[in-house]
């Protein structure tokens, strides 16, 4: 069963069920959870354009982490900065230093445009992933 | 469900700050860099230039522009950056105006230097501002009012193959003073709203002063040799296209739509195209990629004749030369620790305005020889061609996401970084 589960939030609902989905499981398998949060920045010409206020970021986490210990869930919380087109990867890394062996996302579900200007996160962690992914549900 | 009458309030603001000064690109790199190119041909035919002369004026340009970058968080730190901004775009405006009334070559190839410093100084001090002008919760705007301040570089070129053109049918050559006249009258009249702007945006302390431990660039020496070879090859089409059209004898409008068309594709793609499809690259590909696309842009002209060839290179390559600095900027940031990256991307700016200040003088030389413009734009095609083979030699090794401190949540028992 599954002992280090990484759940990586971005402050939607989508990624509150994931939390929730993750809080459940975890306490089923008495397994360790990190939060990880990523604070994203983007390029736009030469420019690296922050896209998450740097208190917002550490509150949401925060946040995230409390849920989960007044759940008695053990977690703690991972804050890394990134460039957007880069958050997939840094789930990858942050689950191969927390030694996971399950990453819980939480799935936006959107049109073929508007996945283009934001490419879901999601699908990229669970190709690219060499551990377990659960894709939390779309509502609940 | 509709916007509440508060946050519409908001956001228009928000907006009209971003293209406010949006007025700074549009003075500074549209009117004081690129739209030479529309005035070169009959600058060198009414003061009998030779192309390398010509070209000169650009390296002139490049030069102030290495200045200016390397200094402008100088100016800001010394004269505060709404001044630094401002008067960037003052200064621009006084060195159109200027040019308008010289046919003095030295003295043109000071206004050239002088613009391209204040274009520095302006754009660098600018990007910032935008990047600022969006505060509190949805930081996700950022970008996009960022977006919008750089399509200021294409509304500029646009506006410029309006203005130049409609000079040069009223004066025919020697138009080429009432053009720098009108883009120096659009730019009097663009100090206003810049000014305006720059007041609603908080000022910071300038970028530029972040400091770490020493950090060697030697793993980015592909890209900085791509970035050389991309601004010679890429700048010696930009300077001299017009010209070529014009010696296969397209006409003032034809070569003002070229213009226009290359102008719009360069805001659209820099706006909806390449951050996307560079974020999705590793390594050199992304270079090499958009050196391969601005060479497939340059070709048509130099293939064929006609109106058709034109607008396709002014689609392909307007849609594609602005992806240059994109392409560095991410792998600057995933190759380089954060303490390094404003000093790597300065330095990555260097490397490009070098090839910007080299380019158009040995284009310029070649088009004085047996071969012609059309020889001098080969350049172009050779120096993309092995730019981007040299970028296919990038490897990344990323640098790491980087930590931040989360003290309530607890430190992470492993990073891995």
């Given at each position: 069963m599954f002992h280090r589960i990484l759940v990586a939030v971005d402050g939607t609902a989508a990624a509150q069920r994931a939390l929730r989905t993750t809080s459940e499981l975890a306490l089923l398998t008495s397994a360790k959870v990190r939060v990880l949060h990523i604070d994203t920045s983007d390029v736009v010409y030469d420019t690296v354009v922050g896209l998450e206020d740097d208190a917002a970021a550490h509150q949401l986490l925060d946040s995230a982490v409390a849920t989960l210990r007044q759940a008695g869930v053990p977690a703690d919380g991972e804050l890394l900065d990134g460039l957007v087109a880069d958050v997939a990867q840094a789930v990858q890394e942050a689950a191969k230093g927390f030694a996971a062996d399950l990453i819980v996302v939480g799935p936006h579900h959107r049109s073929r445009l508007a996945t283009w200007f934001s490419p879901s996160v999601s699908d990229a962690v669970a190709h690219q992933s060499r551990i377990a992914v659960l894709f939390s549900a779309a509502e609940g | 469900m509709t916007a509440s009458p508060s946050l519409a309030a908001k956001q228009r603001p928000e907006f009209l700050i971003a293209l406010g000064l949006a007025a700074g690109p549009v003075v500074?790199?549209?009117?004081?860099?690129?739209a030479y190119a529309l005035l070169l041909p009959a600058m060198r035919e009414k003061l009998h230039w030779s192309y390398a002369a010509a070209g000169g004026m650009n390296t002139s340009n490049a030069l102030g522009y290495i200045i200016g970058a390397a200094t402008a968080a100088w100016w800001s730190r010394r004269f505060g950056a709404r001044a630094a901004f401002v008067g960037g775009i003052v200064i621009s405006a006084l060195a159109l105006l200027a040019s308008a009334a010289t046919d003095n070559f030295a003295g043109l190839t000071v206004l050239r230097f002088i613009g391209g410093l204040s274009t520095a100084v302006t754009f660098v001090v600018g990007s910032a501002f935008a990047s600022r002008v969006h505060s509190g919760g949805q930081q996700a705007r950022s970008a996009s009012l960022v977006g919008m301040y750089m399509a200021g570089v294409g509304i500029g070129v646009v506006l410029s193959g309006v203005v130049v053109p409609a000079a040069l049918t009223a004066w025919g050559v020697s138009g080429w003073q009432a053009g720098w006249l009108l883009m120096g009258v659009l730019a009097v009249l663009a100090i206003g709203p810049a000014a305006w702007a720059a007041r609603q945006v908080p000022e910071q302390?300038?970028?530029?002063?972040a400091h770490g431990g020493r950090v060697s660039l030697k793993p980015l020496t592909p890209t900085f040799v791509w970035y050389v070879l991309f601004g010679a090859g890429y700048v010696s089409y930009m300077t001299f296209v017009i010209a070529l059209l014009h010696s296969q004898g397209m006409k003032v409008w034809g070569t003002a739509t070229f213009f226009i068309v290359l102008g719009v594709a360069s805001a659209a793609a820099t706006l909806l195209v390449w951050g996307r499809v560079i974020g999705r690259l590793r390594g050199g590909t992304a270079p090499a990629l958009v050196s391969a696309v601005v060479l497939i842009g340059v070709l048509p002209v130099l293939l064929w004749h006609g109106m058709g060839a034109a607008i396709a290179s002014a689609i392909v390559f307007g849609g594609s030369f602005m992806a240059g600095p994109t392409a560095v900027t991410v792998l600057a940031r995933r190759m380089l620790p954060a303490h390094a990256w404003t000093s790597g991307i300065a330095l990555l700016t260097v490397a490009f305005s070098v090839g910007q200040a080299v380019g158009p003088l040995v284009s310029g030389l070649l088009s004085d020889s047996s071969g012609g413009i059309a020889k001098g734009l080969w350049l172009s095609v050779v120096l993309l061609a092995v730019s981007a083979a040299v970028a296919l030699i990038q490897r990344e090794r990323a640098a790491g996401h980087q930590h931040q401190e989360t003290a309530a949540a607890g430190a992470p028992t492993a990073a891995g970084h």
């Open positions: - | 500074a790199l549209g009117f004081t860099r690129f302390a300038a970028a530029g002063a």
